[in-house]
């Protein structure tokens, strides 16, 4: 087994980017010397060890699953090493400790970040069916309100917000309200902030090549319309090569013998990676693999992923850059 898109999703968004060993502040993602290229730090560790031999190992795996949430810490390589070179202070209850312990610290870092306005978004719950009422921004007679049914957001400097399960509701007096956006629960890395009269939202995704979470499609809404007109661009760029080595991949995944689940969500993922240049082929490739074995549960809900990424592809292909 691997680890799913959908556990690192919850595990990078809960670790709020800083290693979990105690006092250590090591951010998991860092910017690169002169403002270059972001580059991952942090390190998936697992709790109960991959291997029966391995730090941690046990004969019994946990019943959640060794590459599940609950089995999963983020730490920097400096207290990876440590814990690893250690097990008999580290052990199994330790480290479930400290992972408690980090996700405590989160939730009331963002939670005190959240209480100082939270009496002026309360006002808005009933405008989302009762959902909680997260951000509000005035425009004249524009109002735009974000309710979350997922994790709360998360302020992430210079205006900016990270979360999960979020409706974007543009209401204007005169005229009504329209929903902008729904993002999906599992989506735990949706990057959203006012700019002049725009509200953008920056999706994110998983790229194989770097095995991390990447910004892949920006939607800009303009505000003085209603509804709010969207536009939108593609920010992930095709890797070189990816169109040409469809037919591999597609090779791959109808090669995949019962029970064998290795590379399957990564395949689908460069499938996609391919489609950047051409959604309609990858699309009818992908739907070309539904009567596979492995086309179910978890498999079918990536490929569904996925070809949904690859609709937004098709609708702004013509806006990416
Ligand atoms: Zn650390």
């Not at 194989?208 to 303009?222: G, W």
């Not at 395949?267 to 492995?294: H, M, T, Y």
Request: net charge negative.
């Amino acid at each position: 087994m691997t680890i799913s898109i959908k556990t690192r999703k919850i595990i990078w968004s809960r670790s709020g980017n800083i290693c979990a060993f105690p006092g250590c502040r090591q951010a998991l993602t860092e910017i690169g010397s002169n403002g270059g290229n972001e580059f991952v730090v942090g390190e998936e560790c697992h709790i109960v060890a991959r291997a029966s031999d391995g730090p941690r190992g046990l004969t019994t795996p946990p019943p959640e699953g060794l590459d599940s949430f609950s089995n999963l810490v983020l730490l920097c390589p400096t207290h990876h090493c440590i814990v690893d070179a250690q097990p008999e202070i580290y052990t199994v209850e330790s480290l479930q400790d400290i992972k408690a312990a980090h996700e405590a610290r989160i939730r009331v870092r963002d939670g005190e970040k959240k209480l100082e306005e939270e009496h002026e978004f309360s006002r808005y719950d009933r405008i989302c069916s009762g959902l909680p009422a997260v951000n509000a921004w005035n425009f004249g007679p524009s109002l735009i309100v974000v309710c979350s049914f997922g994790s709360a957001p998360v302020a992430v400097g210079q205006g900016r917000w990270r979360g999960s399960g979020l409706k974007f509701q543009h209401i204007y007096t005169a005229k009504g309200s329209a929903t902008l956006l729904i993002s999906s629960e599992g989506e735990f890395d949706i990057e959203y902030w006012m700019a002049n009269e725009s509200l953008c939202v920056v999706q994110h995704t998983f790229e194989p090549e770097s095995n991390t979470i990447v910004p892949f499609l920006q939607r800009t809404f303009d505000l003085n319309n209603f509804p709010a007109t969207c536009s939108g661009k593609i920010l992930l760029s095709p890797p070189k090569g990816s169109i040409d080595a469809l037919p591999d991949v597609m090779e791959f995944l109808r090669r995949q013998k019962t029970g064998s689940s290795d590379g399957i969500e990564e395949s689908l993922f460069r499938v996609r990676n391919g489609g950047l240049k051409d959604p309609d082929q990858a699309i009818e490739k992908l739907d070309s693999l539904r009567g596979l074995w492995w086309y179910d549960g978890a498999g079918a809900e990536t490929a569904e992923s996925v070809i949904r990424e690859l609709e937004l592809v098709k609708a702004w292909k013509c806006k990416a850059v």
